[in-house]
């Protein structure tokens, strides 16, 4: 891979954002970070990349994001959308507030910034957009109502967005992770789960790179299930 090659990671401040920051950082990119929380620019700092303190619910954040990296790089060849967490209640008792938060949380946090950088990624002829998505977005639980509901969404869009930008080498793939120890930890959830224990952010991670990899060229429109056999497809 050439060393010039430009990952930006959003909401990547912590957890598997965070993870797959270090990860694509050990693997040769340059990373910008955006995090809502002032943990991106530290950790952006510790991996010689750019960090910006701001909201993937702002287009003037992610503008400033995706400006810092071209005018530093010059490129961006890697966009991992990450996310915060949405509001949770029993399905009829959420609010239309809280319908249109997790729409801001779990779908929007995806469309904002492609708007910013598949643009750039034509100009190279060259790009893949990774989003960590959630395991139950073909199976939903009544557990995380606004993710599985817009991450559902989430995957219509990446199909229509693949058949829209694939001939110009712009790939786009969600990532979906089942229970992982960015998350608490509780025996019942991990006695759900086939191979008897939480995922690794590392393991979220490294599937991510791969998606960024030349090894992935011909992969785009998909949804990978990292989750120890939780859900299966039919």
Do not use: C
Request: hydrophobic share 45%; aromatic share 6%.
């Amino acid at each position: 891979m050439a060393e010039h090659k430009v990952a930006l990671v959003t909401a990547g401040g912590s957890g598997m954002g965070a993870a797959a920051a270090r990860r694509l950082a050990a693997d040769g990119f340059h990373v910008a970070i955006l995090s809502s929380s002032g943990k991106g620019e530290a950790l952006a700092g510790e991996l010689r990349g750019l960090g910006i303190t701001g909201s993937n619910k702002s287009n003037d954040d992610l503008k400033r994001v995706v400006d810092g990296a071209m005018n530093r790089w010059g490129r961006i060849d890697v966009l991992v959308n990450s996310a915060g967490h949405g509001p949770r209640a029993p399905i009829l008792e959420l609010t239309d507030e809280q319908w249109h938060t997790g729409m801001d949380t779990y779908l929007l946090n995806v469309i904002r910034p492609a708007r910013f950088v598949t643009p750039i990624m034509q100009a190279q002829k060259n790009g893949a957009i990774i989003n960590i998505s959630t395991a139950w977005t073909f199976e939903p639980s009544a557990m995380f109502p606004t993710s599985a509901v817009f991450r559902a969404g989430l995957a219509a869009f990446t199909k229509i967005f693949t058949d829209t930008y694939a001939a110009d080498n712009v790939r786009m793939n969600n990532v979906l992770p089942g229970w992982i120890d960015s998350l608490p930890a509780t025996e019942e959830r991990r006695q759900t789960v086939p191979m008897r224990r939480y995922g690794k952010s590392e393991e979220i991670a490294a599937t991510i790179a791969f998606l960024a990899s030349e090894g992935a060229a011909y992969i785009t429109g998909q949804n990978i299930r990292v989750d120890g056999g939780l859900t299966r497809s039919v």
